[in-house]
């Protein structure tokens, strides 16, 4: 991950910042997603960025700055109001004292296109990147540059009414009706990654160490309760380890005349 700055032009309409009681929230999120792993920092910021929008049915919005730590003290100053952006020009009409977030095209277009979400939040975990696939999470087909309008269209083909979807090698976008939705489905994922991380591993310690059988059973039991789904990512049992798991038999339960 390489920040180089905006890749849009920003029109200032004023200097001032936004003033909004909802800030309050969005930056008790940023500073919740900076202590959770959800948004890693870097020299002079984070990787990520959250905004909400400040009129139903209207694509204006209030979004974290550029270059902006989101575990540091996050006053009025470091978040700006966006009333509009011209895509085809790359122009970003706001307000506030510094640049909007190097993502702003990304979460008007999403707003534009989804009039039901009230709130994005994007970031970046590598939990959530590595399981996505595995959980069901929607991921972009191909990696596009951050800031960009090719990942614009990426993250549309797949965005549908989804609320959650990953970009490849570009973090995830959290959507939500309220900031809280789209906060704790950040948090909910990103648990379920982990613990779903915990029950691969213990499934491939028993694929190299426990009978042939054993395993099929267990994965068997897994995949029907939706925890654990085949997949090429999953590492092939040495040949010769197989060949030896595969001729032991299922132990049978011992008749009752020798039990006597």
């Known amino acids: 991950m390489g920040y180089a700055g ?26 919740t997603f900076c202590k959770s792993g959800l948004a890693p920092t870097y020299e002079g910021g984070s990787y990520g960025n959250l905004s909400f929008r400040t009129k139903s049915g209207d694509e204006a919005f209030i979004i974290t700055a550029a270059k902006s730590g989101l575990g540091e003290s996050n006053t009025e100053d470091r978040f700006v109001q966006v009333w509009n952006i011209d895509l085809e020009k790359r122009i970003v009409y706001a ?3 510094r640049n909007p977030s190097s993502e702003s095209m990304l979460h008007y277009s999403i707003y534009k296109a989804r009039r039901d979400i009230q709130a994005i939040f994007h970031g970046h975990c590598k939990q959530i990147s590595l ?28 965005l549908g009414d989804n609320k959650i979807v990953e970009m490849k090698n570009h973090g995830f976008l959290s959507l939500g009706k309220t900031m809280e939705e789209a906060g704790l489905l950040a948090l909910h994922c990103q648990r379920a990654c982990k613990e779903h991380n915990i029950i691969l591993s213990s499934l491939l310690e028993l694929r190299y160490r426990c009978p042939h ?6 994965s068997l039991v897994l995949q029907q309760a939706h925890l654990f789904q085949k997949h090429p990512l999953h590492p092939p049992l040495p040949e010769e380890a197989s060949s030896f798991r595969a001729n032991q038999q299922e132990p049978q339960p011992p008749r009752c005349q020798d039990l006597l």
């Not at 032009?9 to 909004?20: F, G, M, Q, R």
């Not at 999470?137 to 614009?152: A, Q, S, V």
């Not at 059988?213 to 267990?218: A, F, H, R, S």
């Open 131 to 158: 399981q996505a696939p595995l959980i069901g999470i929607p991921e972009t087909h191909k990696e596009e540059p951050y800031g960009t309008t090719n990942l614009i269209e990426q993250v549309m083909k797949i």
């Open 95 to 97: 307000s506030g004292i």
């Open 213 to 218: 059988w054993l395993y099929e059973k267990t």
């Open 6 to 31: 905006t890749k849009f032009k920003t029109e200032l309409l004023s200097h001032t910042p936004p003033h909004d009681d909802r800030i309050k929230e969005l930056s008790a999120w940023c500073l």
